[in-house]
Structure formats: C-alpha cells, structure tokens
C-alpha cells in the first residue's frame, strides 16, 4: 500500500483507505489504468484490488471498459467533483453578502446547498448576539431539516419529494414540527408559490428565521440562504417584512453573481 509517510488518523479504516489508495492512482497524465497498474501503484494483493474495483465499480466512482480492459474514474466522482467547484464557487460570490446581510440584520446567517439527499451548511457568519443555532460548517443535516432544507426540498419535482421523505421521515423536533406528509408537501409548494419561506419554532423551540432560494445561471436552486432569530423579536411589528425582503434581495444578489440573469 502507498503511504505518504503522514500518521493515520485517529478513527482509521483499511478498507476505505485501500479504496482511496486505488482512486488516487488516476491522474491527469494516467486517466486509464489496468488491473495490473492498479495492483503495482497500490502493492496491495490480487483479490483484494478485484474486491475493491468491483465495489467501487457498482457506485459508479469507477468505469470498467471490458473490450480495453482499462479502469477510469465513473460519473460519481464527476459529480463529487461538480458539488466541491460549486460550493467553493458559490462561497467566494456570496461571501460578501453573507457579511453585510449580517450586518445589516446583527443575526446569524447561514447558506446551506444540498449534497444527495442531505443538507449540508456551506458557510455561516455569526450573529452579533447570542447564539441560537449549532448548524456548524460541514454539518449534514436531512435535507427537510429546518428553513434551508424546506426551501431547498421545495424545488424538487414531486416524486423526488416524496422518495426523500420516505427514505428520510420527518422528525418531532417541536411542537411546531410538521410530520404529516402530506401536510409538509402542502408548506413545500407554498414556499414555492411566495419564493421565501418564514420559519417559527420548526427545528429549535423559540427560534425563527427567514430563508429563500439561490439559484444559478440556469435557474436552478443551488443553495439557500437564511438567518436565524429569537423568535419574539422576529414577530415585532414591521421586522418580518423588512427581514423576508433583506434575504430576498441578497439571495437574488448571489443568484447573479453565479449568471443567473433573471434576477
């Protein structure tokens, strides 16, 4: 096996590790690799590399062609690889915004994007004030979680609502929780309809917050934006429709930074 004469870490794993030894041997310059090549890069024995290419082959992270008989990295890693540029892509553009929304709002703002069928927080700027939220950077939430996963679940086709739901069932946070399915659809299109969606006590007792969508150049929800609140200063006069009007603007200020010309 290669080592790169780095310590193993802490919570280590061989098998996942000989996996990442295999994908590691495609490069730019060697795109195609045989059995062979793999088992010389990686030193690993015979029927161990078999198992690993065969497992790895059938989640698509790599692409068998029988007549060549050469290996090369499947769609699935075309499509990590998409998620990871678009994230670092949609940070670097709304990072600014992040900023002056929270400035402007003195509450915690987070983005949110979602990767297979979780939400997971790309980037946050915290509040002022106390903190009311632990939706760290990195963290994997079910991506009905919360405002952001409502706004993102809320633009998906029907039948990929109801397969996520099932594969995922809606929780009992709060009292506010939406569980019944066809109840929680009915908030998704709604959301849809107004384009933003007011969130009380959904995921964390005492707590609200604002969030809308933030789609690409073309059109698509790539990510949602939302600050979070104690919920009675959120319900003042007045602040529910300056704040749904503040991230409504910075999303469609994001939504054109990555060419969406709609906005």
Avoid: W
């Avoid at 989640?59 to 890693?77: A, F, I």
């Avoid at 929270?102 to 915290?126: F, S």
């Avoid at 600050?227 to 319900?235: G, N, R």
């Amino acid at each position: 096996m290669k080592d790169n004469g780095q310590a193993k870490p802490t919570y280590y794993v061989q098998s996942v590790d000989r996996a990442m030894d295999i994908l590691e041997c495609f490069t730019f310059k060697r795109k195609e690799l045989t059995q062979g090549e793999i088992i010389q890069q990686t030193g690993l024995n015979r029927t161990t590399v078999l198992r690993l290419l065969s497992h790895l082959s059938s989640r698509n992270y790599l692409k068998y062609d029988s007549q060549t008989r050469l290996y090369q990295l499947g769609n699935k890693m075309l499509e990590l690889g998409g998620i990871a540029l678009s994230s670092i892509s949609l940070r670097k553009i709304a990072g600014p915004y992040l900023t002056r929304l929270r400035n402007e709002i003195g509450h915690t703002i987070l983005l949110g994007v979602r990767m297979e069928d979780d939400l997971v927080y790309v980037d946050k700027r915290d509040g002022k004030g106390v903190m009311v939220t632990t939706s760290e950077i990195g963290r994997r939430r079910p991506l009905h979680f919360g405002m952001l996963g409502m706004v993102l679940m809320a633009y998906l086709p029907r039948k990929e609502q109801m397969r996520i739901i099932k594969r995922h069932p809606l929780e009992h946070y709060t009292s506010k929780s939406i569980t019944n399915d066809e109840e929680f659809i009915c908030r998704l299109d709604e959301i849809r309809e107004d384009g933003f969606y007011i969130g009380r006590e959904d995921v964390f007792e005492g707590i609200g917050g604002v969030s809308a969508p933030v789609l690409d150049q073309r059109g698509n929800v790539v990510a949602a934006l939302g600050f979070t609140m104690i919920l009675s200063l959120l319900d003042r006069k007045d602040v529910v429709a300056e704040t749904v009007e503040k991230v409504k603007s910075t999303a469609l200020a994001i939504s054109a930074g990555l060419g969406n010309k709609v906005c």
